[in-house]
């Protein structure tokens, strides 16, 4: 991918380190070296934080940037994989870079122990290859959006609550993609609903966020056919998939030509936190 800068060619401990990569002949050895020389933005160490980042880095992105304000506690620990025992009270990027580096001590880990917002947000976003969205609420989701529309930056877009579970990728790069705010117009009728209050099937976060690792490693190797331009919806209870095709809103006031009237998100759609 442009901006992922070369890096001196694997020792021979990282070639195995990454060797079942290698063998895949998508992946090779030109693709492992785009995910070692590759920065991605997570943002939220949560429930679909816990095991996107556990996949990133353990799959040897160069570079992650972890962010999220919160602490550890006990209701976390439940499905929150990336944190133990121990890390309660402990920030979650601190608790969850720890972690991070022993399972890849050879990657860059920044833990960010802040809600990021404007102008610091921007930047993160414009330094990163890919954003990957973990967080739980509606007004960083659409921040986010905003900056991965600004810069041209693909987006991995996930949420979690009760069985329910949804993931889409906003492949920001593209002038045809749609954005969040094309599927989700900011102050929509759309319910924010947290797992604070409804509960969370433990392993429902584990499949969305390690399907963000899945697309986030796709787009920054260019490899495959990522989830652009489509959302899946997960019900863990019937363990069924639905995939609903999104379209571009020509008129969507973050991504479109400008003055928009509010769309309607689908019908019946609930936007799931991060668990
Ligand atoms: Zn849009």
Redesign the pocket.
Known sequence: MAGITPLPAMDDDQLLRYSRHILLPEIGIDGQEKLLGAHALLIGAGGLGAPASLYLAASGVGRITLCDHDAVDLTNLQRQIVHFTESIGRKKVDSARTTLARINPEISIEAIAERVAGLRLEQLVQSADVVVDATDNFATRHAVNRAC?KFAKPLVSGAGVRFDGQIAVFDLRRRDS?????LFPENGDVEEMRCAVMGVFAPLVGIIGSMQAAEALKLLMGIGRDLTGRLLLLDALTMEWRSVRLK??PQ?????GGDSEQRQAPESCEVPGNG
């Open positions: 529309v749609p954005c969040y705010h094309c571009k809103d969507c006031a973050v991504c479109g």
